[in-house]
């Protein structure tokens, strides 16, 4: 399915998306019915559980999906946003067709049933949101090697580093202090997958970015 956008812009705030996405998850046929569990949203990404029960009073039967010992099962859905000239579109996948955002969170995951085919799209795509959600999220002061080494901008390489942080106005930034070169890079979190913590020492402030400032005075 293609992108969809609102012309008459009555989505404009995250409550109104919220509700938005709580309604595209809400709905009836001749033989099933589904409602929203729980939604998050990520970036300008929405990740959703949502619970399908049978209109009659028999179990639901699912190629995909394990139903529960409540006779229901819970799919995760995807939801992509965007504003083009003010007016909010959305492009919805369900888990299973293999959608390439996967940084749902665990309360999200949690909530989904099992799925008969551990080879499928959901299986793998579900496997992509636990490896996010699984790097760290590192401390002032921790020193922390990275699984291989990182090409720079000005083409020198990094695989040690100890975080710290910055500040742009009143806003803290996370930075790293490499030590290879002792400067300050920022790393996206994607470069931090599969890393490992050396040592931890924390920190007041930040004794690191002290250090390397006092290192730049003549």
């Given at each position: ?7 008459d ?20 046929t001749?033989?099933r ?5 729980k ?16 209109c009659d009073?028999?179990?639901?039967v ?6 529960d ?13 965007r ?27 949690n ?12 299986h ?11 790097i760290p ?29 910055y500040?742009?106005?009143?806003q803290k ?16 979190k ?6 490992t913590?050396?040592?931890?020492e ?17």
């Open positions: 399915m293609g992108w969809l956008f609102y012309t812009r009555r989505v404009q705030t995250y409550a109104d998306e919220k509700a938005e996405i709580t309604r595209l998850c809400t709905f009836e001749d033989t019915r589904t409602t929203l569990v939604v998050s949203k990520v970036g300008s990404t929405w990740y959703a559980a949502a619970k399908v029960v049978a009073a028999g179990p639901l699912d190629r995909t999906y394990v139903t010992k409540d006779g229901t099962f819970t799919f995760g859905a995807v939801f992509l946003t504003y083009d000239d003010g007016c909010w579109g959305y492009k919805d996948m369900e888990e299973s067709a293999g959608p390439c955002e996967s940084r749902a969170p665990s309360s999200i995951l909530l989904l049933s099992d799925l008969k085919d551990p080879d499928s799209y959901a793998a795509w579900r496997q992509r949101c636990r490896d996010w959600a699984a999220d590192y401390a002032e002061g921790d020193k922390i090697k990275l699984v291989s080494p990182v090409t720079l901008s000005d083409g020198s390489t990094c695989q040690i580093v100890t975080a710290t942080h500040r742009r106005g009143r930034r996370r930075c790293y202090r490499t030590l290879e070169t002792g400067g300050l890079v920022r790393l996206s994607a470069l931090l997958a599969g890393s913590l050396i040592n931890r924390m920190a007041e402030g930040s004794a690191v970015l002290a250090e390397f400032f006092a290192q730049q005075t003549p």
